[in-house]
């Protein structure tokens, strides 16, 4: 499991460990994962660090710090380091001391040749994007030269992913201590390139924001036992599709059937476009662990919507179905309930613009889950799942953008779907459900069809084993 932390929390294990270490310790560690994965870098491109030409943007704050005790082990070790400060009378004391010792050097502009970059402006408590000056000195950065952000690109809000303003775009960000979850949420995440953690040894409480990985999706998926029958193992039911979208019932079910439930139930009125291609289907209404309603619905069937969330079973309501709901009848279940909507239907859902849903993703799942009393998965260029409680929120790491297709939500839907009537959680759900399809769209590759995405989700579901 990776794991994220608030800048609040960061910094309370900070003063914690501070307290115990000698003066200035802490830093000089962060400084010296930095400085290994700079190296690292230019190694790898031009096969050492002896005569490459590193300019460091170093801001008044502990970043700007490990920015500069970083660039006085690069020139140690032969690099042309120069500090480049965005207020010069504001430089860390220390690090400046340390990186003229060492032979680096400080100048008033970004030099136009270089073979990287290291973004020291802001640090985790950096708000509402870069100032005038830090934006100045990051439009400088010369054009294809690698960026190494420092914590976090400067610009990006640690807590939420947010850009608010001007922002560093990094190749490679390094991180102390604890992932933030802005390096893990888009728009924020799109800015970070590959993220590495150097642990400096904080202790951590519960985190804010957690991404599963291969070993945690492998224990929660459901699997048969020799005892197991069709039912045992759970049925899902689908409510999709109409006469105008035939299709979209067909890919629910696709995912539902590859998703580790029984059986698959089908109700509504493509039930001919459904067993032509998966004679597998059971049609008509029946009993199920769970009940999948929305995709291709159209208007006019609130009613078997209401009628759903109305029983004891488990219901996931996608696209259609989620028009109109009404938060007190969703808070008033005792089942599970998983909502997945994208940013247009959850900004319909809070009655906010679709643009605000987009920027602030971690604040509007928060809020959705809260509102309706239901677990949501919010899905977009980063998906995230929350629950209703003060659970941390599951992002999905496994995301492409070629699941921007038409159809992808409604396989996403079954197998979400199939999982909750195979016994997981909501959230359980929810997170393994996004994790397999992005698993699946990456084995697909691109440009996919969504059916494409269903085909490979066995492979998948295989791939979290290995």
Known sequence: MRTAYSVETVRAAERELMARLPEGALMLRAAAGLAAVCAGLLTRRRGRVYGARVVLLVGPGDNGGDALYAGARLARRGAGVTAVPMDPERMHTGGLAALRAAGGRVEQAVPQRADLVVDGLLGIGGRGGLRPAGAALAERIPPGVPVVAVDLPSGVDADTGEVAGPAVTADVTVTFGAYKPGLLIDPGASRAGAVHLVDIGLELP????????????????????????????????????????????????????????????????????????????????????????????????????????????????????????????????????????????????????????????????????ERYGATVLLKGSTTLVASAGGRPVRVNPTGTPWLATAGSGDVLSGLAGSLLAGGLSGADAGAVGAYLHGLAARRTGGPLLAHQVAEALPSAWRDTRS
């Open 206 to 369: 519960e985190p804010e924001v957690e991404a599963l990985q291969h070993a945690d999706v492998a224990g929660l998926l459901p699997q048969p036992t020799a005892s197991s029958d069709k039912y045992r193992r759970g049925v899902v039911g689908i409510v999709a599709g109409s006469a105008q979208y035939p299709g979209a019932a067909v890919l629910a079910v696709a995912g539902a059937l590859r998703g580790g439930a029984g059986a698959v139930r089908y109700v509504g009125p493509a039930a001919d476009s459904v067993l032509a291609r998966y004679p597998e289907t059971l049609i008509g209404p029946g009993r199920v662990q769970a009940w999948v309603i929305g995709p291709g619905l159209g208007e006019g069937r609130v009613g078997e919507v209401a009628d759903l969330l109305a029983g004891d079973t488990a219901v996931l309501v996608d696209a259609d179905g989620l028009r109109g709901l009404d938060p007190a009848v969703l808070r008033a279940r005792t089942a599970p309930t998983l909502l997945t909507p994208h940013a247009g239907e959850a900004a319909a859902l809070l009655g906010v613009s679709r643009e605000s849903v987009e920027a602030g993703r971690l604040a509007a799942v928060r809020r959705l889950a």
